[in-house]
């Protein structure tokens, strides 16, 4: 019998507590906060300048050569290396040419070299025709120095001869008018 008493006792609570259980009412759902207002999109802005990657561009006025002239320019001797340089002489002929040229049976060269205190790059202009080196004097309207930078990352260094890459078509050095536009320089 206290079996019984167990199992009904057990049987009268579950029948109790799934009454208590059973599904009400549903209550009211809350508001929906809905969706926040996108903010205005702002004015686009001017385009910027064209980059030149560093290019720099050294330019002197006129001037009658008779012997050695150096040009200073502020790069490091020891970063010169890591330069493209390109020098150009504007003519009485109205003409933009690459040295090293030949004018007036004058030979016009340049090299790389430290100046006298060793700190900076010198461009130095030698003159030479052949025969009479300073008898043929020649005048240059202006001359300008184009130093390219080459970024340490674009430096490959190969044991033997050879190599590949380009960044696409390169201007035309020996037109300066070309180089000019092409990094964006005055001309």
Same mark, same amino acid.
């Given at each position: 019998?206290?079996?019984?008493?167990?199992?009904? $006792?057990?049987? @009268?609570?579950?029948?109790?507590?799934?009454?208590?259980?059973?599904?009400?009412?549903?209550?009211?759902?809350? !508001?929906?906060?809905? *969706?926040?207002?996108?903010?205005?999109?702002?004015?686009? %802005?001017?385009?910027?300048? +064209?980059? *030149?990657? *560093?290019?720099?561009?050294?330019?002197?006025?006129?001037?009658?050569?008779? $012997?050695?002239?150096?040009?200073?320019? +502020?790069? +490091? &001797?020891?970063?010169?290396?890591?330069? @493209?340089?390109?020098?150009?002489?504007?003519?009485?002929?109205? @003409?933009?040419?690459?040295?090293?040229?030949?004018?007036?049976?004058?030979?016009?060269?340049?090299? @790389?070299?430290?100046?006298?205190? *060793?700190?900076?790059?010198?461009?130095?202009?030698?003159?030479?025709?052949?025969?009479?080196?300073?008898?043929? +004097?020649?005048? &240059?309207?202006?001359?300008?120095?184009?130093?390219?930078?080459?970024?340490?990352?674009?430096?490959?260094?190969?044991?033997?001869?050879? %190599?590949?890459?380009?960044?696409?078509?390169?201007?035309?050095?020996?037109?300066?008018?070309?180089?000019?536009?092409?990094? %964006?320089?005055? !001309?």
């Amino acid at each position: 019998m206290k079996n019984l008493t167990r199992i009904a $006792t057990t049987i @009268l609570l579950g029948a109790a507590l799934m009454c208590a259980c059973s599904k009400g009412k549903d209550g009211r759902d809350g !508001q929906d906060g809905g *969706n926040g207002t996108n903010g205005i999109n702002g004015e686009k %802005g001017d385009k910027g300048d +064209p980059g *030149n990657a *560093n290019v720099k561009m050294y330019k002197w006025g006129e001037r009658t050569f008779t $012997t050695f002239t150096t040009y200073e320019i +502020p790069i +490091p &001797f020891e970063e010169i290396e890591n330069y @493209l340089i390109y020098a150009y002489a504007y003519l009485e002929i109205n @003409l933009w040419v690459p040295v090293p040229v030949s004018v007036e049976a004058v030979s016009i060269d340049y090299v @790389l070299g430290k100046n006298g205190n *060793n700190t900076d790059l010198g461009v130095i202009i030698t003159l030479a025709d052949g025969s009479d080196i300073w008898g043929n +004097p020649i005048t &240059f309207d202006a001359f300008r120095v184009i130093a390219v930078p080459i970024p340490d990352e674009n430096i490959t260094e190969y044991a033997g001869a050879g %190599g590949t890459g380009s960044k696409g078509a390169a201007p035309d050095y020996s037109n300066y008018a070309e180089v000019a536009e092409y990094y %964006g320089l005055p !001309q």
